[in-house]
């Protein structure tokens, strides 16, 4: 039998050709159909070349496991979310390998409700029935349609903002040629409609499979420069730019500097409290002091999830969260299905910078002065969790706190870090803060990286 490597901790990724094809896609979509039992399910896909094949293939699986299929055509993996909780569908596939290199695809699945499929709920039993074939006839194969979400896609996020409260705002939105762009132009049609007074400058805006200015990944600093160069030449009030599927976006100051999404869940968390005073607001372990500090100023409970969207998602319904942030610049919505989004959150900013009447920068410039952050560091490693532990004996003893949610985080009077193991490649992920000390901060991480490194050895 053979075994299908693309199946990953939370998803379906591999490289074209050998680990994800349209035969495997088949068997995936009628895999998916027969263990969700599922009458209809929803698909769409990225802008990838080898997207709408494979989205086809998926179909195909489907409607031979008896399951109905709505295409919703081009999407953003937020759109698949959005249609798994606005159409009456069992589930919902999106086509997208997202940031990944050029020769690779993958899919993200959903249930319900947007509900995530991952390897603890349900994503294993894909795999093992998409391996062994092990397919049931249906009394009747399913049937194909196309639908557009579009519009109710738009109403649902202009709800997050009340437009009286937005002032003459000039954005650079990039999209990086990837999947955003078509609702950028919804958006803006919507805005000229209601008398919005935000005005788009567009960077990379056409979709396009080739990358033409390289895959779209804000995170690595190399494909910040675009975005950072249009906001200066325009002078933006905001930078505004995606990854390939857009469930992320990254916000670039009125200078044109990045601003690490740590800072944003700390402001996005105070734009909720705002709206619904003493909710809970969801973070990561990796960087912590600023949200918590934040939420409580603004009279919330703050609450730590392990790292990793199906970990927040379920966390997030558990405690009835209104907004969960990761540093890594996934901002999850309990209005939006308690799912990531990369629209809502530079809307609200957007509205956050007009009714405070300050810039981006101003917004943040303090709470990155009181909590000044390494980001994430990644290290290769042959063995990650000898080097954590060794890491952990070396620094524990002089500890005020440890904690476990996600590899361990170390908490002293003035600094803290967190070192985690990456749940699909070899690599160790540190991220260290202090307590207004940036020379203090950039020691320990050095210190710390010194120490992973001994330990590789």
Not at 127 to 142: D, V
Not at 215 to 241: F, S, Y
Not at 250 to 257: A, R, V
Request: charged share 25%.
């Amino acid at each position: 039998m053979e075994k299908l490597s693309c199946f990953k901790a939370y998803d379906i990724r591999g490289q074209l050709g050998s680990e994800l094809n349209e035969d495997i896609a088949y068997r995936i979509g009628r895999a998916t159909g027969q263990y969700l039992n599922a009458q209809q399910i929803a698909i769409g896909g990225d802008i990838r070349l080898s997207s709408e094949a494979l989205k086809q293939a998926v179909a195909n699986g489907l409607m031979d496991a008896g399951t109905d299929v709505i295409d919703i055509g081009m999407t953003g993996t937020e759109e698949i979310y959005f249609a798994a909780q606005h159409l009456p569908v069992d589930g919902a596939i999106e086509i997208t390998a997202s940031h990944n290199p050029m020769d690779y695809n993958g899919m993200k699945l959903v249930r319900k409700n947007a509900r995530p499929i991952s390897g603890d709920t349900g994503l294993h039993d894909i795999r093992r029935l998409a391996e062994s074939q092990n397919f049931k006839a249906p009394s009747s194969p399913g049937t194909l349609s196309r639908q557009s979400i579009l519009e109710p896609y738009i109403d649902h996020l202009m709800g997050y903002i009340n437009s009286d409260n937005i002032s003459p705002l000039k954005l650079v939105v990039n999209a990086g040629n990837g999947a955003a762009g078509h609702v950028i132009d919804a958006l803006e049609e919507k805005f000229q409609q209601q008398r919005i007074p935000i005005k788009f400058i567009k960077v990379h805006h056409q979709p396009d499979g080739t990358f033409p200015h390289g895959i779209p990944n804000p995170l690595l600093p190399e494909c910040r420069q675009d975005t950072t160069d249009a906001v200066i030449k325009h002078r933006a009030d905001m930078g505004i730019a995606w990854d390939g599927d857009f469930d992320r976006c990254f916000l670039f100051d009125e200078k044109g500097q990045f601003i690490e999404g740590y800072y944003i869940v700390g402001l996005l968390a105070e734009a909720f409290l705002k709206k619904y005073p003493g909710s809970k607001i969801i973070h990561d372990p990796r960087l912590t002091w600023n949200t918590i500090e934040c939420v409580k100023k603004s009279g919330g409970i703050s609450v730590q999830s392990k790292t990793g969207h199906a970990f927040i998602k379920e966390r997030m319904r558990k405690e009835d969260a209104i907004y969960g942030g990761e540093m890594s610049a996934h901002h999850y919505f309990r209005d939006f299905a308690y799912c990531d989004s990369g629209m809502i959150p530079w809307l609200l900013v957007a509205e956050l910078l007009s009714i405070k009447k300050q810039t981006l920068s101003e917004l943040v410039e303090q709470r990155i002065q009181a909590f000044p952050s390494s980001g994430e560091i990644n290290s290769r490693l042959k063995n990650p969790n000898a080097s954590i532990a060794r890491v952990r004996q070396a620094y524990e003893k002089d500890a005020l706190n440890t904690d476990e949610t996600d590899g361990i985080s170390l908490e002293f009077e003035q600094w803290r870090f967190n070192l985690r193991a990456s749940n699909t490649e070899p690599v160790v992920r540190l991220n260290v803060e202090s307590r207004g000390n940036p020379a203090l901060m950039q020691q320990k991480t050095q210190e710390i990286l010194g120490a992973v490194a001994i330990s590789h050895r």
